[in-house]
């Protein structure tokens, strides 16, 4: 059993920057694979990042490439999101999520954080 933590969430302007944060419970957390999805009001949960367990590979939606950066502690047992140059189209719950590969965690996870808001003004 793997529980998720996620904070970092908030209102922030357009062009501005946050850094999500997910924190993991689990201790074997460095073989998980970790993403981080979102929904909109109104819309589906949709993939936004994934990373192996390692931190080796990542993987992004074309939707926020270059904007946003996922990263991995694994001595903290934290994943992160950092994202820049934020758009009102970003608004949403974003949610953390593990899974065994990341194959998994970028189709069907098997382990999801509660979500944090994160409102951004035009």
């Known amino acids: 059993q793997v529980t998720l933590v996620e904070s970092g969430g908030g209102l922030v302007q357009a062009g501005g920057s946050l850094r999500l944060s997910c924190a993991a419970s689990r201790r074997t957390f460095s073989s998980y694979a970790m993403g981080w999805f979102r929904q909109a009001p109104g819309k589906e949960r949709e993939f936004v990042a994934a990373?192996?367990?390692?931190?080796?590979?990542?993987y992004y939606a074309d939707s926020v490439k270059v904007r946003f950066t996922i990263s991995i502690d694994n001595a903290k047992n934290t994943v992160y999101l950092r994202m820049n140059s934020l758009k009102s189209e970003d608004t949403a719950v974003y949610y953390c999520a593990a899974s065994q590969t990341t194959a998994q965690v970028m189709g069907d996870p098997g382990y999801w954080g509660q979500g944090t808001q994160v409102t951004v003004s035009s």
């Open positions: 990373i192996s367990g390692s931190g080796g590979s990542t």
